[in-house]
């Protein structure tokens, strides 16, 4: 069985937000929610780095821990998904997910909390496949029909991966030994600046940029 | 003496050609039934909507390549 999964290519990502305005356009997401975003760090400054942000689907989701109605579920594939008919609105999931992901709508005038919205990998709910009530939940459920999320399908420069695990493994494999660098960013010396594991040697004699 | 063995050859004759015919019933409904089975799966995954290897996928996979 695939296990789906994002992975974004900071070094490929040019900030165009294309992913993002394809998901709302898809999913028909109402004002005030965003699914996905792209986040710059050093902003502005050369060398600058932009990824896009959604649900991550993970292995261990906080946001499952947490809810108090157990209204999230993982498909055979990996992908998180939430009944809305469940959710209570409560916002534990928001506190609780290191992404951002859950997004509440403002569903009145004083800002009230509604049900929480999240991207489903274009995996649709809990509802019959690409039936009017799932897409009015959940948006479009693309895997039903075949396809991958619509943010990955149209990142131009394939910045944004979504898909089966094993073969994105693959792709970005091939583009870390293309470049001659970019294992080394992963780990904790360089999220959390402890040299406290020697850095992995380069994968070629390339220089680094 | 003649006349009892050609009856023999005859039931003889008659069960083979009923187990034949029975034989053949079978094997037509051994085969449409396993067509229905195929058929039911293919609908099961259709309904079940999760990922599938699809040539659209594959296509998609061939430009993250690039």
């Known amino acids: 069985m695939a296990r789906m999964k994002f992975i974004c290519d900071a070094e490929r990502c040019i900030e165009c937000n294309g992913c993002v305005t394809a998901c709302k356009n898809e999913h028909e997401v109402p004002w005030g ?93 809990p509802e019959a496949n690409s039936s009017e009530e799932e897409f009015r939940k959940y948006g479009r459920n693309r895997l039903a029909e075949g396809k991958l999320p619509l943010c990955a399908e149209v990142c131009s420069t394939k910045a944004l991966l979504g898909g089966d695990a094993d073969v994105l493994a693959d792709i970005y494999r091939q583009r870390v030994l293309t470049r001659g660098k970019g294992a080394e960013i992963w780990g904790w010396s360089t999220a959390y600046g402890k040299p406290d594991a020697p850095a992995a040697p380069a994968p070629s004699a390339g220089g680094k940029s | 003496m003649t006349d009892k063995a050609n009856l023999k050859r005859r039931q003889f004759l008659l069960t083979a050609g009923v187990g034949g015919v029975s034989a053949a019933a079978a094997v037509v409904a051994v085969k449409s039934g396993g067509s229905d089975a195929a058929k039911t799966d293919t609908a099961a995954q259709a309904d079940q909507g999760g990922y599938r290897l699809t040539e659209h996928v594959a296509a998609y996979y061939r430009t993250a390549r690039v």
């Open chain 1, 33 to 125: 929610v965003n699914r996905r975003r792209v986040v710059t760090i050093n902003d502005g400054v050369p060398g600058e780095r932009s990824m896009s942000v959604a649900c991550m689907h993970c292995s261990d989701a906080p946001c499952m821990a947490v809810c108090p109605v157990d209204c999230f579920y993982r498909t055979d594939e990996g992908v998180v998904l939430h009944d809305k008919d469940l959710c209570i609105g409560c916002g534990y999931c928001f506190y609780a997910c290191p992404f951002g992901a859950p997004q509440f709508p403002q569903a009145g005038a004083f800002g009230l909390r509604g049900k929480m919205d999240k991207c489903t990998f274009c995996a649709g709910g």
